[in-house]
């Protein structure tokens, strides 16, 4: 069975930096498309970035140009580096991987806390 495991979140100040990975383990299956989500408080759980095993990556305008999401295949990892953050960034981060129809996963999820 698949696992996911998010490490990396925190509390910074507005405009600071933060790295979250996300490491899976088990046995994935290839293709797939790993992917960043969010949710804060009283909202819905949304996109943030995707990236498939091919390299193709896909942001939300919110965070395009702040939010970089990159995988390396041979450690089953997914990172997003979040630069400028801003205070309405704050959520908890969760990683997905979908691997069609033979799985979708999510993980535990990271909190992420942007103070102004």
């Known amino acids: 069975q698949v696992q996911l495991v998010e490490s990396g979140g925190g509390l910074v100040q507005a405009g600071g930096s933060l790295r979250l990975s996300c490491a899976a383990s088990g046995f994935i299956f290839r293709p797939n498309t790993m992917g960043w989500y969010r949710q804060a408080p009283g909202k819905q759980r949304g996109l943030v970035a995707t990236?498939?095993?091919?390299?193709?990556?896909d942001y939300a305008d919110a965070v395009k140009g702040r939010f970089t999401i990159s995988g390396d295949n041979a450690k089953n990892t997914v990172y997003l580096q979040m630069n400028s953050l801003k205070p309405e960034d704050t959520a908890v981060y969760y990683c997905?991987?979908?691997?069609?129809?033979?799985?979708?996963?999510w993980g535990r999820g990271t909190q992420v806390t942007v103070s102004s």
């Open positions: 990236i498939t095993t091919g390299g193709s990556t």
């Open positions: 997905r991987q979908d691997a069609g129809s033979h799985y979708n996963i």
